[in-house]
């Protein structure tokens, strides 16, 4: 549906993950609540991927 209106999608996926729910409660991100979770990861891996979209 997106791609069909010209949105480029990234690669990346992102789960929908408790770590992500426990780092909201605490105000704060997974990369800094949850370091080597699976969650923090994907965020992580997502990072990269704009980046390197961004030149």
Do not use: Y
């Not at 996926?13 to 426990?22: D, T």
């Not at 605490?26 to 800094?32: I, M, P």
């Not at 990861?41 to 997502?46: C, F, G, R, S, V």
């Amino acid at each position: 549906m997106l791609e069909a209106e010209g949105a480029e999608l990234m690669a990346q996926r992102i789960g929908n993950r408790i770590a992500f729910a426990a780092a909201f409660g605490k105000g704060g991100a997974v990369t800094e609540t949850a370091k080597s979770s699976k969650a923090a990861t994907e965020i992580m891996a997502l990072a990269v991927e704009i980046l390197k979209k961004l030149g």
